[in-house]
């Protein structure tokens, strides 16, 4: 390191300083012929955002220089009740002077947080008189600020004094500038809504807790998988309370120096307190929030230290400061349990996949806006979407307006929504991929196969569509309208895998031999069987328990994904367990396509035409009588095309 600037530097810095003091002392001085008001009622910014709004200012005096603002009131008839800073209701009267804290917003910030600027305002108290003093009260610390910015700003591209702003906390302050999210944009989750309500109603009006002396929540976990609107809430409580909103990703506290993460939550904290009432919302907290025990070592110190700044920094402010801070997490089970103590994040609040009807509000939320065609029945959508997340749904309206444009339509059709829901769920369609003649053989008929398994069985849930359009890395896929349901049952369960298995059966019955299109159903009917013998107790020779144990700690799931808590003998029943059960779902789904062949053929003949089949056309394909010349096609080609493959077995 250069030592000469660096003493130079110094030399600067205790100047200035000494120069800060001399003005300081002099602004001591001087602020005693500034008129003092006599009735001093310090309110919140929140408070004057209302009452600027309600239109009860007469004029205002914004001063930058001490980061506040005097109010006059204009009450017309009997004194207004107001909060001031402390809680407290105080009535105030025409002409009354408020002061409120303002840090270091300027008019514009102000007019963005939804201040309504009264026609007689003016900056700096310069309007007050025109005495040497006040000029110089407002001129000195602003000479000052200017010089101590500049300075700032050349110090600033030195290493060193990055190093010092590690510290800062990153937070986003989120207000009016952005387009107010409220709960009328989140559709569904209701009773998480509902569980939010009061924590908007506290940050509205703390005193009334206060006074019959309920404490709210301090931390409040939103828990749910990706995608369910955890943010979109969080933000929606902000909006709904007109409260200021400071967010924070968990992975942003974590970087490489020891103790950085730690000065950044009180930074976090302090700005919080200083505008309350404040909402701090920390996205995806389980980046700093994971169990602390033996894990990766580097990387934990600083992890532990940031969570405990959390930890203490939660436990120190008083609730009725007016701060509540949010979490989100789609890994609770990771958390480390000091964080969900009480008094820390000790309210919980459940986001869910959406159901029917939910999905059809959300997609009604994200097609209002767009253009849609008169054919458009969002019903119809949300049926065809189980499993599809709020963020999903917002992705796949945006992708069909996408086709409309691309399409030169006017308007969003059904077939582009129906379009984009296959791209969600398997990606574009693969045009330039040239599929070989017996490729699309094989695929045609492991698709009729699951397809007409799963119109023959019972207990699966009806066909909605099947396509041999190669997307992403799928030859071909048949789409069932799934249900909503809490519920499995062992013979949906067993329905459900021949379903599965039926692409194998039908390519085996047809040709042969298979291919290797069956493999994912294969691994995941081995999943689903395995999951019924050690998770559902749905195997009758082993009984009613369940085998192996989630590991209480994996830090970024390393290690193990299950403890084994059974026997090697056991190990070995469960493994003949889930042999049983997919053979004889594969015995099951053989035996239909068996039975029903001719009609097997007839849809694939057709889906071999037309590549995709739904609707009344895919109804036709198994209700409508079976012509002999649909059999005849079928062994010309196949005799052509795979010679000495036993079709006939
Ligand atoms: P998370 O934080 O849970 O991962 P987000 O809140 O970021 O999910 O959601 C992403 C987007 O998905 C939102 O911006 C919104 O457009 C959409 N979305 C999710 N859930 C809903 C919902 N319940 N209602 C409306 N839109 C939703
Ligand atoms: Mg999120
Ligand atoms: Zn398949």
Same mark, same amino acid.
Request: proline fraction near 3%.
């Given at each position: 390191m250069n030592s000469k600037p660096e003493k130079f530097r110094k030399a600067k810095l205790r100047t200035l300083l000494l120069l800060i003091a001399a003005a300081a002392i002099l602004g001591i001085l001087l602020s005693g012929c500034v008129p003092t008001t006599s +009735? #001093?009622?310090?309110i919140n910014l929140s408070e004057a955002i209302a009452l600027s709004k309600s239109g009860n200012i007469q004029n205002v005096v914004v001063n930058t220089s001490s980061g506040s603002m005097t109010i006059k009131a204009a009450v017309a008839g009997a004194p207004l009740s107001i909060t001031?800073?402390?809680?407290? =209701?105080?009535? $105030?009267?025409?002409?009354? /002077?408020?002061?409120?804290?303002?840090?270091?917003?300027?008019? @514009?910030?102000?007019? =963005?947080?939804?201040?309504?600027?009264? %026609? &007689?305002? +003016?900056?700096? @108290?310069?309007?007050?008189?025109s005495s040497v003093g006040n000029i110089l009260i407002v001129i000195i610390p602003l000479l000052l600020f200017v010089g101590l910015i500049w300075f700032l700003m050349r110090a600033g591209r030195s290493a060193q004094n990055q190093a010092l702003s590690f510290g800062r906390s990153k937070a986003r302050l989120i207000s009016g500038d952005r387009p107010l999210v409220t709960f009328a944009d989140v559709a569904g989750a209701e009773e998480a809504k509902e569980d939010l309500r009061e924590v908007v109603e506290f940050l509205r009006n703390r005193h009334k807790f206060q006074d019959i002396g309920a404490t709210i929540p301090k931390g409040v976990l939103l828990v749910g998988p990706p995608g369910t609107g955890k943010t979109l809430l969080a933000r929606a409580v902000a909006g709904e309370a007109n409260a200021p909103f400071f967010s924070v990703s968990g992975s942003e506290f974590v970087e490489m120096f020891v103790g950085v993460g730690a000065a950044r939550v009180r930074d976090l904290f302090d700005q919080a307190k200083r505008n309350s009432p404040a909402i701090i919302f920390?996205?995806?907290?389980? @980046?700093?929030?994971?169990l602390r025990s033996g894990a990766i070592p580097g990387s934990h110190e600083e992890r532990e230290q940031t969570l405990n700044q959390i930890l203490v920094e939660m436990d120190g402010f008083d609730p009725n400061i007016g701060v509540v801070v949010l979490a989100a997490t789609n890994r609770v089970d990771v958390l480390d349990p000091a964080l969900l103590r009480p008094g820390r994040f000790d309210r919980r609040v459940t986001l869910d996949r959406p159901n029917t009807a939910e999905r059809g509000a959300i997609l009604g939320i994200h097609a209002k806006g767009k253009k849609l065609d008169e054919s458009v029945d969002l019903a119809t959508i949300a049926k065809e979407t189980h499993g599809f997340s709020g963020a999903d749904l917002a992705n796949l309206v945006n992708e069909a307006a996408i086709l409309a444009v691309r399409r030169n339509k006017s308007s969003i059709g059904m077939e582009e929504l129906e379009e984009s829901i296959d791209r969600v769920i398997a990606g574009p369609e693969r045009? *330039?991929?040239r599929v070989n003649p017996r490729d699309r053989e094989t695929t045609a008929y492991h698709e009729a196969g699951h397809a007409l398994v799963a119109r023959m069985l019972a207990n699966v849930d009806p066909v909605h569509k099947i396509s041999i359009v190669a997307r992403g890395t799928m030859g071909g896929y048949t789409r069932l309208l799934t249900e909503d349901r809490y519920f499995m049952t062992a013979s949906q369960f067993k329905d459900t895998l021949a379903v599965l298995m039926a692409g194998h059966a039908a390519e085996k019955m047809m040709f042969g031999e298979v291919s290797t299109g069956p493999h994912s159903d294969i691994r995941q009917a081995t999943e689903i069987a395995r999951r019924m013998v050690t998770d559902y107790g749905m195997s009758e020779k082993l009984g009613l328990r369940t085998f192996g144990r989630q590991p209480t700690s994996s830090y970024l799931g390393l290690g193990p994904a299950e403890e084994k808590d059974y026997s090697e003998e056991i190990a070995k029943q469960i493994d003949e367990e889930v042999h049983s059960i997919t053979e004889s779902a594969h015995q099951v789904a053989t035996k239909v396509l068996h039975e029903n062949k001719p009609r097997l053929i007839h849809?694939?003949?057709?889906? /071999? $035409?037309?590549?995709?089949?739904?609707?009344?056309? /895919?109804? @036709? %394909?198994?209700?409508?009588?079976? !012509?002999?010349?649909? &059999?005849?096609?079928?062994?010309? !080609?196949?005799? #052509?095309?795979? +010679?000495? !493959?036993? *079709?006939?077995?």
């Open positions: +009735s #001093q009622i310090t001031d800073t402390n809680g407290n =209701t105080v009535q $105030v009267k025409d002409g009354d /002077l408020l002061t409120t804290n303002i840090d270091s917003l300027n008019i @514009a910030d102000l007019q =963005t947080m939804g201040f309504v600027l009264p %026609a &007689d305002y +003016s900056t700096n @108290a310069a309007s007050s008189g920390i996205d995806e907290i389980d @980046a700093v929030g994971r045009k *330039s991929l849809i694939a003949e057709k889906l /071999l $035409v037309t590549e995709t089949l739904e609707g009344p056309e /895919l109804e @036709a %394909a198994f209700t409508e009588p079976l !012509s002999e010349k649909g &059999d005849q096609t079928l062994k010309k !080609s196949t005799t #052509q095309e795979t +010679s000495g !493959s036993a *079709s006939k077995n």
